[in-house]
């Protein structure tokens, strides 16, 4: 038995494919096939149910491919005691962003991290709030950045920073000669969302929910999951759209003039980084960390928790 062939077993019931689990692991598929063979023989036992689509694995297979996932821990483990005992920021971190962060962020923490850590290798990918918990869940992810409070069996949520909203308005809009606003100045009617599924949406529809409110019009049904296509749509179109603070940094000069802060206290989402393994990759974590909440303080100020 091999950490390789325990990783290739865990590939497989990650994926649910050989194909896909030999590409991750950049092995062809015989090679995978063949030590996962091995494996089986030297066990035992049959960890995967082939006849079943998409695999499967047996019922000792999973307890045995919960094992291998605690032994491969471990062993990356030794890595970070390295690292922890030469006080080197140096590594790999897989990170998962949802999709209304992520233009936002990474561009605002891409230089201070390659300044501060050269070593440090960080790899994104825009997710949906529920495939960064399933990625997590799998190890394919080392953490996520969210904007809900989620609770799954060995996940952790540390608060990053409290986001304010703003209301960005047409030309010409009514509550432009106002200097700040109060959410019950919004009509529903005339505001652009994201499609459901996005929990951007759902935090902005709380903020805008009355008890009496007239129908929604068309513009509600509007199905974009661009915050941008949104902002466009409002230049274009007319009405009004709420974005979080970070998404008006990289805005022109004339379209800044068209925000309009709320008064306080003033509607906001908190982003979290949540992660299911505490004791891995910890000062990769928080290098990470301490970099994007200097980025953002030194934007948006005392919403940095």
Not at 28 to 37: E, I
Not at 202 to 226: H, K, M, T, W, Y
Not at 275 to 296: D, G, I, P, T, W
């Amino acid at each position: 038995m091999t950490l390789t062939q325990l990783a290739y077993a865990v590939a497989v019931d990650t994926y649910r494919h050989f194909g896909k689990a030999a590409e991750h692991c950049h092995v062809s598929q015989p090679t995978l096939s063949m030590q996962l063979q091995k494996l089986e023989e030297e066990l035992g036992v049959e960890l995967f149910d082939r006849s079943r689509k998409p695999i499967l694995p047996t019922p000792i297979g999973e307890r045995i491919l919960a094992q291998a996932r605690v032994i491969l821990r471990e062993c990356e483990r030794l890595y970070e005691l390295l690292n922890e005992d030469l006080k080197t920021i140096r590594g790999e971190l897989k990170l998962g962003v949802i999709p209304t962060l992520s233009p936002y962020l990474l561009p605002l923490i891409t230089r201070p991290l390659q300044q501060r850590y050269p070593e440090l290798i960080v790899h994104v990918e825009e997710l949906t709030t529920e495939q960064i918990l399933d990625a997590l869940a799998t190890d394919r992810l080392d953490a996520g950045l969210i904007a809900t409070k989620e609770s799954r069996p060995g996940m952790r949520q540390r608060v990053l920073f409290r986001e304010p909203f703003v209301a960005y308005l047409s030309v010409g809009h009514p509550l432009l000669t106002r200097q700040r606003i109060e959410p019950a100045q919004l009509r529903l009617e005339e505001l652009w969302l994201l499609k459901e599924g996005h929990c951007l949406r759902d935090q902005v529809l709380q903020i805008c929910s009355r008890r009496e409110e007239a129908s929604p019009a068309p513009q509600l049904r509007f199905e974009s999951g661009n915050l941008e296509m949104l902002r466009l749509l409002v230049d274009q179109v007319g009405g009004v759209t709420l974005l979080p603070l970070l998404a008006t940094h990289y805005l022109p000069a004339e379209a800044r003039q068209r925000i309009r802060h709320f008064r306080d206290p003033a509607p906001h989402r908190t982003i979290y980084l949540i992660y299911a393994r505490a004791h891995l990759k910890r000062r990769l974590l928080n290098a990470f960390v301490n970099v994007l909440q200097e980025s953002v303080h030194s934007i948006a100020g005392s919403c940095v928790v």
